[in-house]
């Protein structure tokens, strides 16, 4: 679909909209993206509108891909990290109409898949995260600003779902009482959590906070990983962050929004993949804490995830966008139906990580 923006956002830039081709990409959720095709040049761009309800402080996110574009260029000058362009003013992003826009090289020959066809594919995608995360391991992540305050932080979350559990509808909490009985149930993953978080050797590290599979760049025609992308949530964390989302949407063929959860399976292969990946690039910096708390990261973003969903639930689905009224429930029981497939399959997915560390 090809759009006109306003002008002066082209202008930010040094473009002008007569000479100058938009069209809308993506599917994320968050963020407007435009392929911005200058008439003038062989060059292309990615133009992104931030969504400031979500990403508050536009400011720290830039200053973060600032300090770490800076790092990677000195110390690891052939990695592919994709800072944004500068404007005609040398700054990081334009502000036009109260709006925050950034602009991105566009990466040629390659792709993002929405969904994964080939445990190859988790292989790839795995292992470029687990490069970024191992070539920023000397970085000091301290000096980042959360992009989202608390973004991951399940003791926030379990806080914010008994929040809304005290203040929800009596119909709502009956039509939800079956997925409120296994939120509470689960609180054990929190518990456990707060018996490692203040081990010394469970570090901050930097992390992407968002590894589903459309934020990898693969080779077009080899599916080889070429660099990570949407760096908007690269802050400080947990290694559980990054590995234990990818475990979330990775390992099943379905997303959060299948309602039949007999479809809800484990693909061992795709496990598998994913494993290997991280720990090719990750295994020579995990503590001993970390390498411990590996399959435990799944089920610690899997939980998170469906209090979330079960708390937008019970406050009347005012964050995830939904397409019918128990949407977010539907979410939610897919999301304890994974975690419970997790359970199923503990002995067998421990064994392929033992097998990987050692």
Known sequence: MELNLDSEVLKAYGYAKENTKITQIGTGLINRTYLLSPLSEKKKYILQNINTSVFKSPEAIANNLRSIADYLTFTYPEYLFIKPVSTINSEEMAHVHHEYWRMLPFVPNTISLD???DPKQAYEAAKQFGKLSRLLDDFDAKTLQ?????????GLRYEQF??????????LKNEAKAQIEDALAHKYILDYYTSYSHRT???DRVMHHDTKISNVLLDTETYIGICVIDLDTIMPGKFISDLGDMMRTYLCAFSENETDLDKIKIRLPYFEATIKGYLSEMKSILTETEKELILFSGKYMIYMQALRFLTD?????????????TQNLDRTKNQFKLLQEIAANEKELQDIIEENLF
Not at 146 to 153: E, L, N, Q, S
Not at 313 to 325: A, K, M, T, V, W
């Open 115 to 117: 969904v994964l066809a």
């Open 146 to 154: 959360p992009a989202i305050p608390g973004f991951h932080d399940l």
């Open 162 to 171: 008994t929040l809304a559990l005290s203040q929800a509808e009596e119909t």
């Open 201 to 203: 050797d469970f570090p």
């Open 313 to 325: 639930y019970l406050s009347g689905n005012q964050y995830y966008p939904i397409s019918y009224p």
